[in-house]
């Protein structure tokens, strides 16, 4: 067993956030991390320590981006008011943001937090169709509000899952259902949405939208083969249905080929809803989906949102759009990202336990299994390796439906100098025995 | 009627928001303002001329001031990350926010809206009673969730009220219900509970909680005698249930006695929920609860906000109750606001449209009514003196039942010769005919 050991000082911090956030409030790793400072893909602890941040996709331009930071000042010193004021800075970004699309994505909803947004697209989706029906995948996790965490079997709500919803098994490349791999794969997934289309017409309910994340990041980021959402979506629109693409953790050019999840597959989604990297870390969310859908929306649903779009958020995803273009961060996501597949799957001739490496761009893992014949997942180990990486001053999580999947996804500016040590870091902790 | 005339440059700016956030997006004014700059109570337009802002609560301590930007500009360029990290800085604001609050609410929930505030303590409330009925008070506004909406009469969901729910009517101390005044406006208000409570268990349903605005914001700020509250809660408090006040108008000192709003009743809360003035316009919602409700909230809900509580937002938070302190504005909003609403009564004694003057601190209004003995609600006359008063300068709004309410809600460094300005433009509108 290691020995980590949790500082006293840390103990006394851990002890007062229980008093004042109440107990049970999750933390990262068996000792926790008391930040106090980060910078581009560094992070630094109260002891001056420095790690490099392998995990945090929510300062996608790199942390405390003095871009960013520069806008936000500005328009904070400046004005900050609600949407019921004309204003420019609000459009200008809405028709930046709206640009980065596919035709018919032409009309801009903010709010503040990725949960809001789903929350508008399910109401969107509602409205236009008349129909509750939805279909999610399960593992997936798209929010934390009374309606949206109905979606999920991850945190599944105290209330349980709404019967209006089917969940459905996410695409799995490392251990593909019936053996189906390739394009195979898509056509068992479209499957799979055709029966959760008819138990919902079994139970007299009509479908309203599938809502998945088209990298499906949270089920373990399959590899799936283009077109994979082609057929599974032709099903969804035949039976009235809406294509809603969750882009909160692929979007903004994370996957390194295209700035939209969506756009790997080849079918234009009807709504899409992104959050987390949007402001660097300012609370910005929004939704982006066709006109009419959008129109519809408003007319009926009357939707305000306080903070939402306000000129300091649209200031600060304005910059975000300014740094990844001028920084080429998305070629470098691409870049780094092949470099550093490459790099894993040497590791996975050096280490058993690595049984499949996967992602795209600076979204990637490694699948950890304690035997490669049997895939038996190495939970445990996982667990292990992240706290020791921790110890090591690399900042990474797990995911997955057995918890057995490294994720790494770091700030966008993550160059191959940071890929190195990042992996000569994991040679050494995957060398240790456990 | 009034010859208002909209300029080429903003029917342009109407024309591109229409197409880049959809038609039906609601806008101020018969004549829309094109803000780009504040400062204090000031707002400025595209073409340099300048307004007092009488309505916008969400800049509580002024447009813009220095004090919050300079915090948020720190912040930011110093560290946001999300809690999942030990942090000191949620946990400074968490202490210094709870210190405003009476025993037992001692514990906080940070998120980014006053909707997800909302969503946090109606799920609190959930998971602590088992129950899921619901109080509220017709003409409130709670949020734009799916669930929150469904607790609104005044935007209510296409969905409809959810049968969980009962409205009941508000106190109303200008049209008392059945002539009930003074002492018996509580008792009225706590008849009305106890009927709205027999009707859940009618229906096979226990009551989770009362969510109240303990001002009574959007229904009109009625004057309501002290200990308004008690005979209502108690009923809530035999019957199972919590008592929720939702402090996103009356809070952070607005109405000049109390921190916050329900102090004025002399009944502590169980849950209490904030949103608006929290951040100064920077995107922070919280919830301060008893410590045994959030610990079970924690456990069952495991609740996540990736926003909610980073640095920057306590930052912010840390700022606003800064400037309340050092700059006096509970004290400033009790001394005008007296100072207001003794010169509205000036005001009333010389125009008979003012029915009836209220409010408390800066949070004040008058009604207009077409006959002082009939008091018909002046719906129409309301809406041009709004419009009128934008057109020289003075921003505010209207609200209530009847849209008949002078709405005005300044920032709190809100000074008497801004009073002056505000009640002698008053003055001339409405000597002007119609």
Not at 73 to 81: D, F, I, K, M, V
Not at 166 to 173: G, L, Y
Not at 218 to 230: A, R, W
Not at 303 to 311: D, E, L, P, V
């Amino acid at each position: 067993m290691s020995t980590i050991e949790i500082s006293m000082r840390n103990r006394a911090l851990i002890a007062r956030r229980e008093r004042l956030l109440g107990p049970g409030n999750p933390l990262f790793y068996d000792n926790p991390v008391h930040l106090v400072r980060g910078e581009g893909v560094w992070l630094y602890d109260a002891d001056g320590r420095r790690y490099l941040d392998c995990y945090n996709n929510v300062p996608h331009v790199g942390h405390c981006h003095p871009h960013v930071v520069e806008a936000i000042t500005r328009q904070a010193s400046t004005l900050n008011t609600h949407t019921r004021y004309l204003d420019e800075t609000i459009l200008d970004y809405a028709e930046r943001l709206i640009g980065t699309f596919d035709d018919p994505l032409s009309t801009a909803v903010f709010a503040c937090t990725g949960s809001e947004a789903n929350e508008i697209a399910l109401r969107m989706a509602h409205v236009a169709t008349g129909a509750s029906g939805l279909i999610v995948t399960n593992h997936a996790y798209h929010g934390n509000t009374t309606a949206v965490s109905q979606l999920s079997t991850i945190m599944p709500p105290v209330e349980g899952l709404g019967r209006h919803v089917r969940t459905i098994p996410p695409p799995d490349s490392y251990r593909p259902l019936r053996g189906l791999k390739g394009e195979k794969l898509a056509s068992a997934y479209a499957y799979e949405v055709a029966r959760a289309i008819d138990s919902l017409e079994a139970d007299g309910l009509k479908l309203s939208a599938i809502l998945v994340c088209p990298f499906f990041a949270n089920e373990g980021f399959p590899d799936v083969p283009p077109d994979f959402m082609t057929q599974a979506i032709e099903h969804v629109r035949n039976a009235g249905g809406l294509y809603i693409a969750d882009e909160v953790q692929p979007g903004f050019g994370r996957t390194g080929n295209h700035m939209w999840g969506y756009m790997a597959h080849g079918v234009v989604p009807d709504i899409c809803t992104m959050g987390k990297p949007m402001g660097n870390g300012h609370p910005l969310s929004g939704v982006v989906a066709r006109q009419d859908l959008v129109a519809e929306f408003r007319e009926q649903v009357k939707y305000f949102n306080t903070f939402g779009g306000n000129a300091v958020s649209c200031a600060a995803g304005m910059a975000v759009l300014d740094v990844i273009e001028e920084e080429g961060l998305m070629e470098n996501a691409r870049v780094v990202g092949d470099y550093v597949k490459q790099r894993l799957r040497g590791l996975q001739e050096k280490h058993d336990l690595i049984g499949d490496v996967r992602g795209r761009g600076l979204f990637f893992g490694a699948e950890l299994v304690l035997d490669r014949v049997t895939k038996e997942p190495a939970g445990e180990e996982t667990k292990r390796i992240v706290n020791a990486m921790r110890e090591k001053g690399v900042l990474l999580s797990r995911i997955g439906p057995h918890d057995s999947i490294l994720k790494m996804r770091p700030p966008m500016p993550f160059s191959q100098d940071n890929a190195d040590q990042l992996l000569s870091t994991l040679d050494d902790v995957l060398s240790d025995a456990p």
